[in-house]
């Protein structure tokens, strides 16, 4: 299985990056690229949806420190900038070159390897720009370490870029018609009929398959049992790693009053072969309502249909392996 931003191809070179003068080689060598992240945003090419990677004389005056070493092929070493970093001279011819657009959207046009690069790149871009100050002191921290580490100015405090664990369980049981089903719930501000498998972080000194059980409680009240572990997808939106879990159902009443869904239901393999394939690409309101104008008018007035979790997330692999029966115990 190959999951979105799973497939991250660069040697991260871990003890080369921390000698200057290696690092500064790389940082030098004309077939250098460089990754502009702007708000959360990458940097793609005006013609075409692919992203844009710049070398060193595109980027002039450009300094190492303003960088981020993301990692070295076989060919090349790749970089990344967060955009406000630069001149505004500089930024604004960024403007020209290409078109700031969210990862997410496009990420099904993308190869594993671009995903995978731009994925690192935004992650930690919004690191350092959310951990500029030392959590033990509060004085300024600078990055160190080419990037991969920042350093207090006053205490000298070591700190790193975090990853939150956050278990994504699909919970299946087997009703008295003889019919399996799974749980799958829905955020409030989720689009119109998306459901997905549910979600939550770990706590602090709390195994995986806890966390599983604890979170199904508070978001359904249905109680899980034996979680067993699927798979993990890298999830840097901005900074979580997602394990995947398989579970069953003791109990069958939902109740989300209590927590942070909407909505929360049973579905059969027959419901879930007829849900439509949910796109991030149409997100925006306005988006919606464009769509919507230009669709015959009484495909408007139909029952709204359920959508399946965005394809690049492992919460859509979940439900598919599920539903053909490549997981669980209800097969």
């Known amino acids: 299985m190959t999951f979105a931003y799973s497939k991250m191809h660069l040697d991260r070179c871990s003890n080369e990056r921390k000698n200057k003068t290696w690092l500064k080689s790389e940082f030098d060598k004309v077939e250098t690229l460089f990754c502009l992240i702007n708000d959360g945003k990458c940097l793609f090419k005006c013609e075409e949806l ?61 190869s594993t390897f671009d995903a995978g690069i731009l994925a690192l790149a ?34 000298r405090n070591l700190t790193f870029p975090r990853t939150d664990p ?40 709390e195994t995986l398959e806890a966390a599983v059980i604890r979170e199904v409680l508070e978001e359904s009240a249905v109680i ?6 699927v798979a993990s997808q890298p999830w840097p939106f901005p900074a979580s790693i997602m394990l995947g879990f398989i579970a069953q159902a003791s109990s069958e009443e939902i109740n989300t009053s209590q927590d942070s869904l909407e909505h ?13 394939v949910h ?29 399946m979790s965005s394809s690049d997330s492992i919460s859509a692999y979940l439900i598919t392996a599920w539903l053909n029966k490549e997981i669980g115990i209800y097969t």
Not at 264 to 276: L, V
């Open 279 to 307: 796109s991030t690409v149409i997100n925006t309101k306005a988006e919606q309502n464009m769509l919507a104008e230009n669709l015959p008018q009484d495909s408007t007035k139909k029952e709204p249909k359920f959508k």
């Open 166 to 205: 956050a278990v994504i369980m699909l919970v299946e049981k087997m009703f008295s018609d003889g019919i399996a089903r799974c749980l799958l719930g829905r955020q409030p501000n989720w689009p119109e009929g998306v459901y997905s498998t549910l979600a939550g972080f770990v706590d602090p000194g």
């Open 122 to 155: 935004k992650g930690l871009v919004h690191w350092h720009k959310s951990h500029q100050f030392c959590g033990r002191c509060g004085n300024l921290s600078r990055a160190t370490e080419a990037g991969h580490a920042r350093k207090c100015s006053e205490c």
């Open 50 to 110: 692919s992203p844009l990677y710049l070398h060193k004389e595109q980027l002039q005056p450009l300094h190492i420190d303003q960088c981020i070493f993301l990692g070295k092929s076989e060919q090349k070493s790749f970089f990344a900038i967060d955009q406000s970093k630069l001149r505004f001279s500089s930024q604004e011819e960024l403007l020209a070159l290409g078109q700031w657009q969210s990862l997410r959207q496009h990420t099904a046009l993308l």
């Open 264 to 276: 929360a239901q049973w579905f059969s393999r027959e419901q879930i072969t007829n849900f439509e």
């Open 224 to 229: 899980a049992e034996n979680p067993s572990y």
